[in-house]
């Protein structure tokens, strides 16, 4: 049974389907990437999940569970945790408080309570230790990021679902959140559903890829064989 | 007694939809309930009875008088109080619900306790159906509401600057990507409400006592209204209106007087208990 | 500021209110309780106005609710007001649950809505009902001691404050607060965290009802006369006001306002009742250009 698994996904705005009968799985273990050009439906379908939104038909299970109709913060408890494509940090709260919000309602209240050195160990792994006190909007876009995730990873989530974490970063910023996204699979055990436009990276790091164009699922494969293929390249080319 | 309280009913119920209008507009538009929009319903008919009484003016141009003045007034109110808090919507209710209360001091203090009533259109009254008699100022009224009801239809329905307003309220980014200065937008949209509530303030001045506080039962009822015909729905302002004027009023001829105001009120928690988008209204807000 | 420091100021101010009744006349007592009352009421609804961002306009209603709910029991059933007055707190409690699980699912429009009808449809309902309120006449209803005392009732309210900023000092630094932060700062991205954001508000709404009825009930014996007077939107008009210049989302902010506008008041009324005006033009002014009120002025903020 796949750890999460959405079946025949259609979302509709007013006079829109923004998806059209998708169906997806993920494997624990895995990196799946979710690509296709703009307006494909990729932030709709995580927001699906997420709970932002119901579907307007189709089932999404984890771990055979149904969980279409839960609101964005019973998903969370269950252990699927997203970032935003545009981050939302809490800006009037430092980087600690930040995650302290993720840790303390997703942990049990004795664990609650020792938020501070979970947090601290978190912070270490996305190497935002000095920023700890800082306000959240006095950060750089590379820090914010880095604590978008951070908070993510607080939630002590299953499941992380990544919205395009790598828009707006140079060349060596990519390769330090290539490192640690790909740490997370390796030494952390996550499964990672993840948003991306920036092709080199997910063809570096992902399992598997899910192409998606204009609502539908167009194909899906391994990177290597997604990137070769026609429809694809058309897919992108035409936008 | 029944066939004069519906026509009561329809006489106020025509007045609370145009109220209720100038509210879904600045609501559709700005996301913004303006809580003074009462104040701004009685001023005009503070204006109009200025200009009538004080000044010796016919009464025709002393309500299109008082109607742009009133708009002015929600360009200014629009420009430097409410366009600061865009986005944040609490602060613009806060704002909002304080001018409420500074002006209705401030007409205390300026214009006194005592109801003012600008000179009526039209004197005498009409036997209506052969069942009853009833004032021809307040058919008039009634002639009159119907009209302006009918012509904002007809300006969101067949004038460019129309379909803009509609556009925008239902998606504003769209509008502001396809080159609609909202700023501008928000101005004007925000002094229309204000005219339209004006509008039914100098309609119903002549029947109703203008005093300072009497603009509040309009408001509140304008935003139960809102919430009964769904947000962003005009003609769920019209139908709404309608069955407020008759609900209240019928429920004032036979149930109670003193509780003729509760009406409106229970109707809102039917509504949000039951349906909240309303009888036309969206689904998801 | 260390919590050293700011313990010793509290005591300070403490000792201060504690000695004060000993040098003053039943007139200064007077405002004093006047200004303890409201400065319960500020503070509460502060809870949810600047703390999870929810402008409820039933306030001064749920004050209502706690006061007639205590002064019927007494007056027709015979109650001690003491009883009275904490049933009056549970009536009060429950109908913000009742009404917070009612709308706040659904935004802060509908809540500002729901609250305004709800103060609107209370007002009707006790000024009509006169057998059992006495409507616009008032219900006199006896006091809380046998030998009515100012000074009783200056430190019963000062108590009552003390309560009331206890409890919303825990609610702010718990975990609770934690999360009211979180949501006023960014709703969406607490609920994707695991913030059940219904549920912290409707929480903090019945607390800010409660207390609001505790104040409402206290007040009313305190005046021995109850009136359609104290659950009206001026009366909520007054602590809105009070606590947008003393400082909405701060802790100590609508205290100070209570405060400095009642005594305000009783200056302004020399020259006849204007003093409505003059607070709604310095609210009017400090929500537009000092949200953070007289308190964020201290501290340097805008």
Same mark, same amino acid.
């Given at each position: 049974?796949?750890?999460?698994?959405?079946?025949?996904?259609?979302?509709?705005?007013?006079?829109?389907?923004?998806?059209?009968?998708?169906?997806?799985?993920?494997?624990?273990?895995?990196?799946?990437?979710?690509?296709?050009?703009?307006?494909?439906?990729? @932030?709709?379908?995580?927001?699906?999940?997420?709970?932002?939104?119901?579907?307007?038909?189709?089932?999404?299970?984890?771990?055979?569970?149904?969980?279409?109709?839960?609101?964005?913060?019973?998903?969370?408890?269950?252990?699927?945790?997203?970032?935003?494509?545009?981050?939302?940090?809490?800006?009037?709260?430092?980087?600690?408080?930040?995650?302290?919000?993720?840790?303390?309602?997703? +942990? +049990?209240?004795?664990?609650?309570?020792?938020?501070?050195?979970? @947090? +601290?160990?978190?912070?270490?792994?996305?190497?935002?230790?000095?920023?700890?006190?800082?306000?959240?909007?006095?950060?750089?876009?590379?820090?914010?990021?880095?604590?978008?995730?951070?908070?993510?990873?607080?939630?002590?989530?299953?499941?992380?679902?990544?919205?395009?974490?790598?828009?707006?970063?140079?060349?060596?910023?990519?390769?330090?959140?290539?490192?640690?996204?790909?740490?997370?699979?390796?030494?952390?055990?996550? @499964?990672?559903?993840?948003?991306? +436009?920036?092709?080199?990276?997910?063809?570096?790091?992902?399992?598997?890829?899910?192409?998606?164009?204009?609502? @539908?699922?167009?194909?899906?494969?391994?990177?290597?064989?997604?990137?070769?293929?026609?429809?694809?390249?058309?897919?992108?080319?035409?936008? | 007694?029944?066939?004069?309280?519906?026509?009561?009913?329809?006489?106020?119920?025509?007045?609370?939809?145009?109220?209720?209008?100038?509210?879904?507009?600045?609501?559709?538009?700005?996301?913004?309930?303006?809580?003074?929009?009462?104040?701004?319903?009685?001023?005009?008919?503070?204006?109009?009875?200025?200009?009538?009484?004080?000044?010796?003016?016919?009464?025709?141009?002393?309500?299109?008088?008082?109607?742009?003045?009133?708009?002015?007034?929600?360009?200014?109110?629009?420009?430097?109080?409410?366009?600061?808090?865009?986005?944040?919507?609490?602060?613009?209710?806060?704002?909002?619900?304080?001018?409420?209360?500074?002006?209705?001091?401030?007409?205390?203090?300026?214009?006194?306790?005592?109801?003012?009533?600008?000179?009526?259109?039209?004197?005498?009254?009409?036997?209506?159906?052969?069942?009853?008699?009833?004032?021809?100022?307040?058919?008039?009224?009634?002639?009159?509401?119907?009209?302006?009801?009918?012509?904002?239809?007809?300006?969101?329905?067949?004038?460019?600057?129309?379909?803009?307003?509609?556009?925008?309220?239902?998606?504003?980014?769209?509008?502001?990507?396809?080159?609609?200065?909202?700023?501008?937008?928000?101005?004007?949209?925000?002094?229309?409400?204000?005219?339209?509530?004006?509008?039914?303030?100098?309609?119903?001045?002549?029947?109703?006592?203008?005093?300072?506080?009497?603009?509040?039962?309009?408001?509140?009822?304008?935003?139960?209204?809102?919430?009964?015909?769904?947000?962003?729905?005009?003609?769920?302002?019209?139908?709404?209106?309608?069955?407020?004027?008759?609900?209240?009023?019928?429920?004032?001829?036979?149930?109670?007087?003193?509780?003729?105001?509760?009406?409106?009120?229970?109707?809102?928690?039917?509504?949000?208990?039951?349906?909240?988008?309303?009888?036309?209204?969206?689904?998801?807000? | 500021?260390?919590?050293?420091?700011?313990?010793?100021?509290?005591?300070?101010?403490?000792?201060?209110?504690?000695?004060?009744?000993?040098? /003053?006349?039943?007139?200064? *007592?007077? $405002?004093? $309780?006047?200004?303890?009352?409201?400065?319960?009421?500020?503070?509460?609804?502060?809870? $949810?106005?600047? !703390?999870? %961002?929810? &402008?409820?306009?039933?306030?001064?209603?749920?004050?209502?609710?706690?006061?007639?709910?205590? #002064?019927?029991?007494?007056?027709?059933?015979?109650?001690?007001?003491?009883?009275?007055?904490?049933? #009056?707190?549970?009536?009060?409690? *429950?109908? =913000?649950?009742?009404?917070?699980?009612?709308?706040?699912?659904? %935004?802060?429009?509908?809540?500002?809505?729901?609250?305004? =009808?709800?103060?609107?449809?209370?007002?009707?309902?006790?000024?009509?009902? !006169?057998?059992?309120?006495? %409507?616009?006449?008032? /219900?006199?209803?006896?006091?809380?001691?046998?030998? !009515?005392?100012?000074?009783?009732?200056?430190?019963?309210?000062?108590?009552?404050?003390?309560?009331?900023?206890?409890?919303?000092?825990?609610?702010?630094?718990?975990?609770?607060?934690?999360?009211?932060?979180?949501?006023?700062?960014?709703?969406?991205?607490?609920?994707?965290?695991? $913030?059940?954001?219904?549920?912290?508000?409707?929480?903090?709404?019945?607390?800010?009802?409660?207390?609001? %009825?505790?104040?409402?009930?206290?007040? =009313?014996?305190?005046?021995? /006369?109850?009136?359609?007077?104290?659950?009206?939107?001026?009366?909520?008009?007054?602590?809105?006001?009070?606590?947008?210049? #003393?400082?909405?989302?701060?802790?100590?902010?609508?205290?100070?306002?209570?405060?400095?506008?009642?005594?305000?008041?009783?200056?302004?009324?020399?020259?006849?009742? !204007?003093?409505?005006?003059?607070? #709604?033009?310095?609210? *009017?002014?400090?929500?537009?250009?000092?949200?953070?009120? &007289?308190? =964020?002025?201290?501290?340097?903020?805008?």
């Amino acid at each position: 049974m796949p750890l999460l698994e959405g079946r025949q996904l259609s979302k509709r705005f007013g006079g829109v389907w923004a998806l059209q009968q998708v169906d997806f799985f993920l494997e624990a273990g895995e990196i799946v990437g979710l690509i296709g050009p703009n307006g494909a439906g990729k @932030t709709t379908l995580f927001n699906s999940v997420a709970g932002a939104f119901k579907p307007t038909t189709g089932r999404i299970f984890f771990r055979g569970v149904d969980i279409t109709a839960k609101t964005p913060y019973d998903i969370c408890r269950l252990g699927i945790a997203r970032t935003f494509q545009i981050v939302r940090p809490f800006p009037e709260m430092t980087c600690q408080e930040n995650l302290q919000v993720a840790f303390v309602n997703n +942990h +049990h209240k004795a664990a609650g309570k020792d938020w501070a050195s979970s @947090t +601290h160990g978190i912070l270490e792994f996305v190497g935002l230790t000095d920023q700890m006190l800082t306000l959240a909007k006095n950060l750089t876009l590379m820090e914010k990021k880095k604590l978008e995730l951070a908070r993510a990873l607080a939630t002590n989530p299953t499941i992380l679902m990544l919205d395009e974490v790598l828009g707006g970063l140079n060349t060596q910023e990519i390769n330090q959140a290539l490192n640690l996204i790909k740490g997370l699979r390796d030494e952390k055990g996550l @499964t990672i559903f993840w948003i991306e +436009h920036v092709m080199g990276a997910i063809m570096q790091a992902a399992d598997r890829v899910i192409v998606l164009d204009q609502g @539908t699922k167009l194909m899906e494969g391994q990177p290597g064989d997604v990137v070769i293929d026609q429809r694809v390249i058309k897919a992108y080319l035409g936008e | 007694m029944f066939p004069l309280a519906v026509t009561n009913g329809l006489v106020m119920g025509v007045i609370y939809a145009l109220a209720a209008l100038g509210v879904s507009l600045v609501v559709g538009i700005m996301r913004v309930i303006n809580f003074a929009h009462g104040e701004l319903f009685i001023l005009a008919g503070y204006f109009s009875y200025l200009f009538a009484i004080t000044l010796g003016w016919h009464f025709l141009p002393a309500m299109i008088m008082a109607v742009l003045l009133v708009f002015c007034l929600g360009l200014l109110i629009e420009s430097t109080l409410i366009r600061p808090t865009y986005g944040h919507e609490m602060y613009s209710l806060i704002l909002t619900f304080i001018l409420s209360i500074v002006l209705q001091n401030a007409y205390l203090l300026i214009f006194g306790p005592y109801p003012q009533k600008p000179p009526a259109w039209i004197s005498g009254s009409t036997h209506v159906l052969g069942l009853f008699y009833y004032g021809n100022q307040r058919l008039a009224a009634l002639l009159a509401g119907t009209l302006i009801i009918a012509a904002v239809f007809s300006v969101l329905k067949f004038t460019w600057f129309g379909k803009i307003l509609r556009a925008a309220s239902q998606d504003r980014e769209m509008a502001q990507f396809n080159g609609v200065n909202t700023t501008r937008l928000n101005m004007l949209s925000f002094g229309l409400g204000c005219a339209l509530a004006g509008t039914a303030g100098v309609i119903l001045a002549p029947v109703f006592p203008v005093t300072p506080s009497a603009g509040v039962h309009v408001a509140l009822t304008a935003f139960v209204i809102v919430v009964l015909g769904g947000m962003g729905s005009m003609w769920g302002c019209v139908i709404g209106g309608l069955i407020l004027g008759l609900v209240e009023n019928l429920g004032a001829a036979f149930v109670s007087t003193g509780y003729k105001h509760i009406f409106g009120f229970m109707i809102l928690i039917l509504v949000l208990l039951i349906r909240p988008a309303g009888l036309f209204g969206r689904k998801e807000i | 500021m260390s919590n050293r420091n700011k313990s010793l100021i509290v005591l300070a101010i403490a000792g201060v209110f504690g000695l004060l009744p000993l040098g /003053l006349d039943d007139y200064r *007592l007077h $405002v004093l $309780v006047i200004c303890l009352n409201y400065a319960i009421l500020a503070a509460s609804w502060n809870l $949810v106005a600047g !703390y999870t %961002g929810q &402008v409820s306009f039933a306030h001064a209603a749920f004050a209502g609710v706690g006061a007639y709910t205590s #002064g019927m029991l007494a007056v027709h059933l015979g109650f001690n007001p003491w009883l009275g007055i904490v049933i #009056g707190t549970a009536v009060a409690g *429950l109908a =913000g649950f009742l009404i917070g699980v009612l709308c706040l699912r659904m %935004g802060g429009i509908y809540l500002s809505l729901t609250t305004l =009808g709800f103060s609107q449809i209370l007002h009707i309902v006790i000024t009509n009902e !006169y057998e059992i309120t006495r %409507g616009t006449m008032g /219900l006199q209803v006896p006091a809380l001691m046998s030998v !009515y005392s100012k000074t009783a009732y200056f430190y019963i309210m000062l108590a009552a404050l003390i309560v009331t900023l206890l409890i919303i000092h825990r609610i702010i630094y718990s975990n609770t607060g934690l999360n009211f932060r979180a949501v006023q700062n960014d709703e969406t991205a607490a609920a994707a965290l695991g $913030v059940n954001v219904v549920r912290v508000r409707v929480m903090a709404f019945t607390v800010s009802s409660a207390l609001a %009825g505790m104040a409402g009930g206290l007040f =009313g014996h305190y005046l021995l /006369l109850i009136t359609p007077q104290i659950p009206s939107l001026d009366q909520q008009f007054l602590v809105l006001a009070m606590t947008v210049i #003393g400082g909405m989302g701060s802790f100590i902010g609508p205290v100070i306002g209570a405060f400095m506008l009642n005594i305000l008041a009783e200056y302004i009324r020399a020259y006849g009742e !204007y003093h409505v005006l003059v607070f #709604g033009l310095v609210a *009017l002014l400090m929500a537009r250009f000092f949200p953070h009120g &007289v308190v =964020g002025l201290f501290k340097g903020k805008r």
